[in-house]
């Protein structure tokens, strides 16, 4: 006796699962790397840590894409060793050039996908909402991880710091695009729905406060100002939404 799966059909949800599994998918294969080649014995502990924290998210997140209506045409996307659509950041395309591409895809890129998380904790999908909860959870580790290796790069000086600040400026705008401009019609139906609790500059605003103290308190220069009138932190300057791809949520260079 056959039983009929009853996919549910809603395009936005399908697609921002389809980004935050390819890219912990991703982000856990960068990590992979460097359980052995990181500067240090912790390092290199912490990261196989991580790689495998990261790959597990994944690896909850992908079976809930065949869930969805949008995944009927090509099963094959459901599973990440069949899949081949690319819905992770360009910036993961490639190899880490070295320690300083690790520490700032920690820093700032997975910091911005728990920011995520965090407005999914009450989410009326049931399922991300206990996702988002438990990964929430497991980030906590990540973040201090991150902040971490940022202060103590920083403030090596010279070619290190450099590095960093190279590093950094290379995924700084491309994690701020990934929250989509503030009318991106996926994120906003998100936010109406339940589904999220923020919109895009919503969700950017609580990324920024929490990355810039850690930035400036080490003199790192990044274009973000300080609204004292609001009390928050804002990108100072328009984003480079004009190699933004809203379907795949990465940049197309």
């Not at 009929?4 to 390819?22: E, P, Q, Y």
């Amino acid at each position: 006796m056959s039983t009929t799966i009853r996919r549910i059909d809603h395009a936005a949800l399908f697609a921002i699962l389809s980004s935050l599994a390819d890219n912990k998918q991703a982000v856990g294969r960068r990590y992979a790397y460097w359980c052995n080649g990181a500067p240090a014995l912790e390092a290199a502990v912490a990261a196989a840590a991580m790689t495998q924290d990261e790959l597990g998210h994944a690896r909850t997140l992908y079976p809930l894409l065949d869930n969805f209506v949008q995944a009927e045409a090509d099963l094959s996307q459901v599973e990440p060793e069949t899949r081949t659509l690319r819905y992770a950041l360009a910036y993961l395309d490639n190899d880490f050039q070295g320690w300083s591409d690790f520490v700032a895809t920690n820093f700032l890129f997975d910091s911005a996908l728990t920011t995520f998380f965090e407005a999914a904790q009450q989410s009326s999908y049931e399922p991300l909402r206990q996702r988002a909860r438990k990964i929430v959870q497991e980030e906590r580790i990540h973040e201090m991880h991150g902040e971490g290796w940022v202060r103590r790069l920083a403030k090596a000086g010279g070619a290190v710091r450099a590095a960093l600040v190279a590093s950094l400026e290379r995924l700084w705008d491309e994690t701020l695009c990934w929250f989509g401009p503030n009318d991106d019609a996926a994120m906003r139906q998100l936010y109406r729905e339940g589904i999220i609790d923020a919109t895009p500059d919503e969700l950017r605003g609580r990324y920024l406060k929490k990355v810039m103290p850690t930035l400036q308190g080490l003199d790192i220069e990044v274009p973000v100002s300080f609204n004292a009138g609001d009390k928050r932190w804002e990108v100072s300057g328009a984003l480079p939404w004009d190699v933004w791809d809203g379907v795949g949520r990465r940049f197309v260079l």
